[in-house]
């Protein structure tokens, strides 16, 4: 594949538009199989961005490559493609948001920087490498879902009930510092309770391999504080309701 491709622009005088087709076509392809599980799972980088931001590397790769054939001057061809992977960079920190303590938009920034360099190999002409690359990629961000996911049930967690005015994010982050203990993701959410307070409800997920004397520390100096009303655990025992 690659070497039919190599040689299409020392054909004809049309081999380097033919070879753009191809190449862009291919590369806008293979994006599009990484960006549909991105679509899928409703990020704001989608099947479109990724395919466009592929098309796009593949396009300036192949014109740095055979600019000089076009015009005569000679420059170096490779500063192209690194520019192209320095735009990625900016367009990738775009996607990653940070709410609180948690982080995300990391794996979609991933797989943009991934077609990027899969638009940059069909761009010049590795065809073969660039359908590997899209393999081995899809294969590993389909198949780690679910061992995040198997890890994820694993991790231990805690909810906890506290007053709406009461600062218990601060708290949380206080204690866990002081217990050295890593907190891997945190959801709160508002509502009324059967008492007719205003109250958050909070649900911390920690790391994998947290120590559980630590944990039940944790929840013993939260469930202290006056204006926290409960706090159980869902991998150990222990726990308090007001």
Not at 155 to 162: C, G, T, W
Request: charged residues 20%; proline residues 1%; aromatic residues 8%.
């Amino acid at each position: 594949m690659d070497e039919w491709l190599l040689s299409l622009p020392e054909r004809q005088s049309w081999g380097i538009p033919v070879f753009i087709l191809v190449t862009t076509l291919l590369s806008g392809f293979l994006a599009g199989i990484i960006g549909l599980e991105r679509e899928i799972r409703g990020q704001s980088a989608g099947l479109r961005t990724h395919v466009l931001l592929a098309v796009g590397a593949s396009l300036m790769m192949s014109i740095s490559i055979y600019a000089i054939r076009a015009t005569g001057v000679s420059f170096d061809a490779s500063r192209i493609g690194a520019g192209v992977v320095s735009g990625i960079g900016f367009l990738c920190a775009g996607c990653i948001i940070r709410n609180g303590i948690t982080v995300k938009g990391l794996t979609t920034s991933a797989t943009l920087w991934i077609c990027g360099g899969i638009g940059l190999a069909c761009g010049a002409g590795f065809a073969l490498e660039a359908v590997i690359a899209t393999g081995v990629s899809f294969l590993f961000l389909i198949g780690l879902v679910f061992l995040e996911k198997f890890l994820d049930k694993k991790a231990p967690s805690i909810h906890l009930v506290a007053d709406y005015d009461f600062s218990i994010l601060s708290a949380i982050h206080q204690k866990a510092d002081d217990l050295s203990l890593v907190i891997k993701d945190m959801r709160s959410d508002n509502r009324i309770d059967d008492k007719g307070r205003n109250v958050v409800d909070v649900t911390i997920v920690f790391a994998y391999k947290s120590s559980s004397f630590a944990l039940s520390e944790f929840m013993e100096s939260l469930s202290g504080l006056e204006k926290v009303y409960s706090v159980t655990g869902s991998k150990f025992e222990g726990g308090r309701t007001k």
